[in-house]
Every structure is written in C-alpha cells, then in structure tokens.
C-alpha cells in the first residue's frame, strides 16, 4: 500500500521504557502523532479512554475483528489489543507520520500489509535491568512482573526481525537514536517522492 506518509512502528518488551521513549520523541517532532490503539484491559492509573487507548470489551473487540476493523490485532499479556484502520489509514494517506506503539506481533503484520513501515525494537541494556526497571514502576503485582520477564526473553528474541535496534540504557541517548531513525527515515529517496511529488515533478524526477 502506497501512501505520502511514514509509518513507524516501535515495540520493546514491557519495562524497556518505549512508552516514556515515544512520549519524549512526540514532543519534539510535531509532525508525528500516534495512533490510539483498541484494548480490552482495563484503565490504569490516570488513563483516559480515548487517549491512552480506546477501552472497550471482549465483545466490542470481537465484532471489530469479524468486521475487518482492525489492521492488526494480538493478545499481549492476557489482553486483547488493535490497530483500528480507520485512524490510520486516514493519517498516512493524508501525508500525516504515524507511530504505533505495538507489540511484536501487531509489528511484523504491519510490515506485511505496509512494506515501507519502519519497524523499530527498543532493547534494554540486560535482563537484569529490565527486572529493576518493571520493579521500580511499581505498577504490577510480584507474579505479574516475573511473567513478564519470562515473556521478555522470547520478545527480545524477535529484534532481529526489525529494522532498527535502539538499546536504552541511557535515556537521552535512546531518544536521540530514536529521532535519527525517524529523520533519516524521512530523508530517503522514495520517502522524500512519496511525501513531496510536486518537488520532484518540478524537477522532471520520479
Ligand atoms: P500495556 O497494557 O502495558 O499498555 O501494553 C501491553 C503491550 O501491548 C505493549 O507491548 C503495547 O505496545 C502493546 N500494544 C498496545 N497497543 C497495541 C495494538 O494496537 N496492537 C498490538 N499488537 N499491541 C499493542
């Protein structure tokens, strides 16, 4: 699918700080917006419905999936979450950068459907810190978090699968890398073309 936008797409396992990495990169770079996902899990905390996520039921997430609502879709941890096409299509078609702060799976169906979607893993520097990083956030219960440092072994597994590595061990410099990687992104041949015809047109190049 052929389309003036770029799309980018970061996944990490839980606790490799890719929500507060994509916060900081947002608020530097006014031309990109994320997209906000579908989930059956329940609001954490100070989350809003409609702006961390659209919180709906197994119900309401099924019936979009029988109705072919979303791009991609997993369960993650127990939950089900999805992109919803409507949101993004709009914004990629209409020139707009779109992140997708998704997981593994919901990356490598979008590379699929979106060849040009760069697809970004976010690793922490060790096992080891990734269990104080989860501890410290103090946001999940003891079982919960030895699950996910079980599940993250088998996550990080799958960064060879993208096109992009940023290790976060020092916050400002993964925030940096990840700007790198949108910019230069921007910057290729057919991204360029893609975003800015009338330039090329002008300048008798396709
Ligand atoms: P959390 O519940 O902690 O916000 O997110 C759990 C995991 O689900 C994270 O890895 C998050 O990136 C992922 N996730 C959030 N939205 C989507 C989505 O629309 N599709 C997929 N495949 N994963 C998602």
Redesign the pocket.
């Known amino acids: 699918m052929e389309y003036p936008g770029n799309l980018f797409v970061v996944?990490?396992p839980?606790g490799a700080g890719?929500s507060s990495l994509v916060k900081s990169l947002l608020e530097l770079d006014s031309h990109l917006i994320v997209s906000v996902?579908?989930?059956t899990?329940k609001p954490r905390g100070q989350e809003q419905d409609g702006r961390?996520?659209h919180f709906v039921d197994d119900a309401v997430f099924r019936r979009m999936v029988d109705d072919g609502a979303f791009f991609?879709?997993?369960e993650?941890?127990g939950?089900l979450?999805?992109?919803s096409k409507a949101g993004v299509q709009s914004m990629v078609a209409s020139g707009q950068d779109v992140v997708?702060?998704?997981?593994w799976?919901?990356a490598l169906q979008i590379k699929k459907l979106f060849p040009n979607a760069v697809l970004i893993f976010i690793l922490p520097p060790s096992y080891d810190e990734l269990a104080q990083r989860l501890n410290r956030r103090g946001e999940d219960r003891p079982e919960v978090i030895a699950q996910r440092l079980e599940n993250a072994h088998h996550e990080v597994a799958q960064a060879r699968h993208f096109d992009f590595v940023i290790i976060n061990a020092l916050f400002e410099i993964a925030v940096f890398d990840l700007k790198t990687v949108v910019h230069s992104q921007r910057l290729k041949y057919a991204a360029q073309l893609r975003s800015k015809p009338a330039v090329f047109k002008a300048l008798d190049l396709s």
Request: net charge negative; no cysteine; proline share 0%.
């Open positions: 996944a990490a839980s890719k996902s579908h989930t899990r961390e996520y991609e879709w997993a993650v941890h939950h979450y999805g992109t997708l702060e998704i997981d799976q919901g």
